[in-house]
């Protein structure tokens, strides 16, 4: 069933609000998501972060890993998926304006998802570029200080060994 009228009782719920709202606006997407309407869904777990943070597929409540991608179906063809990394960039670089991802500019679980991107590029003759993304993967690696489970040694040696191709 799909909710025609999402965009009215999403604007209800925001401009109405209570404790638990946040929760709401999650299950709402949660709803559109099962009905197919996957930009629906997405805008509203954006919405409600606390419920629904944009994380890799193995974090709680994993509801956004890339924008307008679904990592639910199809998970290889999710996996390139270069527009939604393309608009996952944007939240990304959102987020660092707002202080949402700290000094290290960078959301942990994207970084794969441009490693696989900078291979692809350096697979296509755009070395130049495929090294700006190695290079960019590499200083979010740096700064992140604590590490980050993402950052494992198969990745970390795929990054490696890319960089040192190029």
């Not at 993967?137 to 950052?151: A, D, L, M, R, T």
């Amino acid at each position: 069933m799909a909710l025609s009228g999402w965009k009215e009782i999403l604007a209800l719920i925001l401009a109405n609000k209570t404790p638990g709202d946040t929760a709401a606006i999650s299950l709402l997407g949660d709803e559109l998501n099962s009905s197919g309407d996957l930009i629906p869904a997405q805008i509203c777990y954006l919405l409600s972060p606390n419920h629904s943070p944009v994380t890799g597929v193995d974090g709680p409540n994993s509801r956004i890993v890339l924008l307008g991608g679904n990592h639910m179906y199809n998970y290889t063809r999710f996996a390139h998926d270069f527009e939604a990394l393309r608009l996952s960039e944007v939240f990304e670089y959102s987020q660092s304006l707002v202080g949402g991802i700290g000094v290290a500019g960078g959301l942990p679980h994207l970084q794969a998802f441009k490693l696989c991107y900078a291979l692809w590029l350096s697979e296509i003759g755009h070395v130049a570029e495929a090294t700006e993304y190695c290079e960019a993967i590499e200083q979010v690696v740096k700064n992140y200080s604590k590490g980050s489970p993402y950052f494992h040694k198969t990745f970390i040696a795929s990054l490696k060994d890319l960089s040192e191709r190029l």
